[in-house]
């Protein structure tokens, strides 16, 4: 019995839906537009690198900015649903990497 290829797109969005991911075009859709969610200011020193579950990890260089984003959150996450959805995101971690 031959099977017939399977696009990898389709493989990687199952997998990231049994992983509770959202859907591949709401990653690359906040990524894409980072800069219009946080700003050109805050874009230079915030980067989105990941989701996991319905959380967005986000990278900055400086703990200060970490403090930032935890009073900016839900400012973020309502820009964020506006841009994605309701209930896509609901929650923002901040890792610290020293460049």
Known sequence: MTKEP?????VLEQLLKDF?????RVV????DQWEEVVG?????KISAVAVSGS????????PAWA???NWLE???LDKITNLVGEEK?????????PK
Do not use: F, M
């Not at 050109?40 to 230079?44: H, K, M, R, Y």
């Not at 959380?55 to 400086?62: G, K, Q, S, T």
């Open 67 to 69: 403090s930032q984003i």
């Open 74 to 76: 839900k400012q973020l």
């Open 55 to 62: 959380e967005l990890i986000v990278r900055v260089d400086d």
């Open 20 to 24: 509770g991911t959202p859907d591949i």
């Open 40 to 44: 050109i200011d805050l874009a230079a």
């Open 6 to 10: 399977v696009h990898l797109r389709s």
């Open 89 to 97: 995101i609901t929650s923002i971690r901040v890792r610290t990497t």
């Open 28 to 31: 690359t859709s906040i990524v």
